[in-house]
């Protein structure tokens, strides 16, 4: 019910509105025709007076007409009419004064009335005398009759000029009320008709605009333009129930075109992250080529070197013996897929070969201190951390070091961290050589071979970790470098 | 952004009806107020209620010429006072009976209120004759019909009949010239303008004869020439001036009417003899009040219409009352000077 009544509102308003114009007009038009009305009457009783002496002067001429007839015929008919007209006569008794009053119409009324009384009496006894063939008498209430008549005419015209001459004097008063009534009328005409014309254009106004603005509003929405802002339409009407389907409408397109919008994005981030993992194995793949191509066939060396150990324990050379094994335990460790996870244990025997085998070239030019937390021997590691960080620091730190220098080797672990020190006392790293050896970890493209080893262990920790390793690199010029990783335990496959 | 008008707050539309509202109430107010000042209007004529207006038990008709003469004012004046005292409702039936009330005859227009009055059946009849006239067939058809009847006239008429009221002109005229003897003595010439066709023989003049009588009994003064007052409003200055230039001898001049006396002062203001010649007047209005007060008109001698009104009424019901003793009632003339 609420609906239906809702969805008659704008049809209720132009209704209403209309009946409001309809009302005003009519009521216009009924104080005019009330007014209008009021001063026909208003001037049918100026001269009322004057048509009843006119009524009565008609009817007695008609009666003495009647009467003489009558007496000088003794026509049925005539006597017919006059006793009709002269109980006309009779009846305007009532409508004349009887009392003396101190008023002369008044008073000439009364005498109206009595002469009137004094003329039928004789005229009715002219009648019954010429019932009964009294012609003496007859003509004798003839005469009397017709002096009456005369008299009341007489009346009749004094009468009549008095009240003609009273309505004239009412008149002159009336015609000046009379001009002020029209004024008005006219007037109140001219004010119904301009208030109607207001009216209708600013209601038709009032309907049509929102219905303009909501024309105004599709039109845009059609043109492209779907955040258009729309007002609220207060009513409850039918308009109102259109303004709130499109705003509806309106918002439910804004909705589908964000979650279009996020969905596009979401597909962007997904196909940035698939090409990010392309990137990452294209990169890995270009770093495995890199190391593979840094030695020369592996396996014919690892072949080579257990060939020269059998050959030296064979000719009893202890020492070469213990070198080509451990070199070739070394190469063994060294080329196998970098990509792998092992024990920290293993990381750091395989740390300790590569000393040794520097030791030998180098004899007591270079020290190592090794500090290795037993807790984190157990843990696992990326491959190939630890020796390529001792290797740049031989290579890069202390190589062009006279007097040689120290090497600092510490693992251990912290709280959920996995951690790698290698410091060095040699000539240290320019900031512009730690800023490209952190960017290698983002970096696009092949590897430098400038600190080839540590830019590998720095791009192979960031594709393990997916970016979460912590790399420090702290140098100072002749005081040497300190490399810190951190690799969170989670992050390891 | 796309805002909409407030259709529930339309003040204005509101204000408009509101405004169209209160010019309708106060155009409807204004109709009515007009319409019912014009019924007002009418209700005092037209609409005349009967039962607002006073009424009585006893009518009076009174026959009597329009009240253009002073005399004739005052007789009217007099018999409405006497109607009013006796609780009498009065109806006059006027009529115009020409400039000189007093000398023409009765207008056919009396004679048929007469019959109207006879016919109505009043409580009396008060009739206005002018002089000479036989009032005997009136007072025969009013008795005949039982209503009481009453002549009023400035003379008596030749066959003198009971119930009338009338003045003297003789003893007007006696006054009128002892005031002119007293005033100018031995030397005094005397002109008199009398009513016009009072009488067919002038020395039966009833105002000639009440003068001729005072010159004898006085022994001085003479009557130079008299003048009949013509038919016409400036019928005065006419006769004054006819008087004036056919005997410039002349000294007084006697009036028999209120239009003779102004007329012959006016004479004597435009020819500058004024305090030259004497006026003595007739009747009393403001015109002749003024007279007096600038000593135009010497004095001025008022036959009191007021009283033979008075009577007219009182005789009336005496004659109802049956105590009516039958004679002609005469009042008297009044001397008016400057100042009383």
Redesign the interface.
Known sequence: MGTSAMKHHFRNRIVSNSIVIIFVLGLVTLYTTFSTMELVKSVQILFSKNVLLKTIDEDLKKTQQHLTEYLQAKNSESLKEYLKTSSRLLEFQNQLNRDIREDRLLLLERDLLLLIENYLTYSEQAVQAKRGRDVTTYVAAYEEAKRSENSITFILEKLNGLYLERALQSFSKYEQNMGLIVSLNLLLILISFILSTTFTLRYSHIITEPLEKLSGAVEAISRGAYDIEIDTYKGDDEIGTLNQAFRNMQRSILEAFAELRNKAELERQLFEQQMQVLDYQHKLKDAELLALQSQINPHFLYNTLSAGWQLALSQEDEITAEFLEKLADFIRYALKPTNRMVLVSEEVDCAQKYIWLLKLRFKDRYLFDIQVDEAALARESPAMILQPLIENAIAHGLHDVEQGGTVFIRVWTEQQLLQYEVRDTGKGMDQTTIEKALAAAQAEGVLSYDHIGLHNVIRRLHLYTGGKENITIESAPEKGTRIVISIPQETLP | ????????H?R??LL??LL?GV??IG??L??IY??S???E??T?????N?SS???????IIGILPLPSDPFIANLYKGIQSAAEKYHQ?L??FTYDMGSTVSTVPLSPEAY?YF??AL???PEGIIMFFPAGMNIGDFINQAREKDIPFVGVAMDVPPLPEARFITSDSASHGKAATIQALQTLGTHARLGIILPSRSSEIIQEDPFLRGALEAIQETGYGRIIATEREEENILAGEGAASRLLQDHPEINAILCTSARSTIGAAQVLIDRGLVGKILIIGADENEEITRLLEKGVVAVSLVRDAFRMGTLAIETLTSIKKGTYQGEILRVTTNIKRHGN
């Open positions: 952004m796309i805002q909409y008008l407030d259709m529930r339309d204005l539309s408009v009806v169209f010019l309708l155009a409807s204004l109709n007009f319409i000042t014009s019924r209007e009418l005092k004529t037209i609409l005349l009967p207006v006073k009424k009585y038990d006893h009518l409702a109806q006059f048929r019959e109207i016919r109505v059946k």
